[in-house]
C-alpha cells in the first residue's frame, strides 16, 4: 500500500512524508519538475520515497496520469495548495489552484487507481468567518464554517487565501457526499503553522508564510516597534502527526476535520520566548502584558476539544515551537555567513 502526497516539496508536505517514511509507509511525492523530484529524493535518502512530476495541478487531468500509472496508492493526501498573501492576481494566484486543483485530484481518484482514503490539508481559515458579519461571541468548533463569498475573497491576498480554502474544501465534502460508501475522506485544518523546516535551511529567502512571521520578528531591530498580531498557532509536527493518524486510522476519522490549534499567539509573545532564549539577539524585548492585553481583546472562542479528543497527543508548546525555529534559522544565518567569509 503507498500513500500519495501533493506538493510535495511544501513546508508541511515534507514533515508529512518524514513522518511516514518514518513510520515504514511507501511514499509517492507529486513534485513540478524532475529537478525538484532529484533534490527531494537526496533529502529523504530512502528507497521508500518516489516522485511523480504534476507540472500544474490546475490542468485538466493533471492527476490521472499517477492515479492510473500507480495502482498500489491506497491513500491520497492531497496538500498542495498556495499561501501567498502579497499577490496581485488573486484569482489567477490563490483562487483556481486551490479550488481547480482540488478539483482534479477528485476527480482523478473517481475515474483511476484504487484509492481507498482522501486527506486533504484545508485550514482554520476556512472554519472562522472572516465574511465581515462574525458574531464575536460565537464558538468555533469542527463545524464551523467561514461564510466568506468568492466575490469577497478578490479584495486582497488575505482574504482570496480564506477564501481559496473555503471552496476548495468544500468541494471535498460534496466529493465525500457523493461517495459516502467508497471513501474516507478526511481534512485537517490548521491554524497559523510554525515549527522548524524539515531539513536544514538553505535559502532564508524561501521559508513559508508561517515562519517567515517568526523570522520577521527575528529581523526587527531593538528600536524597532514590534507589528501587531494575534492568532492562534500549531506546530507542523503537530501537522503532520494529524495526517499519519488519519492514514493509520481512516475508519475511525472518516467524515471528520481535524481542527489543528494550539495557544494563542502575538509578535509580542513571540519576541518574548526569543529573548528568553536568546539573549544576544538584538530585538524588541517583548511584553508579556502586552501579550495578554492584545490576546484579550483579537482572540475568538476556539474549540476544537473534539479533535484534541480524537488525536489524543499533547501538542508541541509554543515555546518549543519558537526556539526550534529560531535556532534553524540562526543555524542558516551562520552558515551563510561562513560561506561568504570563504568568498
Known sequence: MAVLVTGATGFIAQHVIKELLKQGYDVIGTVRSEAKGKYLSGLFDSTRFTYAVVSDVVAKGAFDEVLESQKDIETFIHTASPVDFQVKDVQKALLTPAIEGTKNVLNAIEKYGNVKTVIVT?????VRDSSGNR??????????????????GLASGRLGYDAAKTFAEKEVWRFAEKHEQNFNVITVNPTFVFGPQA???????NLNESAEMVNRVLKLKSTDTIPHHVSRFIDVRDVAK????????????KGTRLMLLSYGCTNEL???????????VDIPKGSMQTHEQQLKV????????????LLKHEFISLEDSIVDTVQQILDAKECNCAVKKKL
Not at 484545508?122 to 476556512?126: E, I, K, L, N, R
Open 199 to 205: 531539513f536544514e535551511i538553505k535559502d532564508l529567502n
Open 298 to 309: 483579537g482572540d475568538m472562542k476556539w474549540d476544537n476539544s473534539k479533535t484534541k479528543s
Open 242 to 253: 494529524a495526517h499519519v493518524e488519519a492514514v493509520k486510522r481512516p475508519n475511525e476519522l
Open 270 to 280: 513571540i519576541a518574548y520566548i526569543i529573548n528568553q532564549h536568546f539573549p544576544s
Open 135 to 152: 458574531d464575536p461571541d460565537e464558538r468555533i468548533t469542527e463545524s464551523t464554517w467561514n461564510k466568506i463569498t468568492l466575490e469577497q
Open 122 to 126: 484545508s485550514s482554520t481559515a476556512a
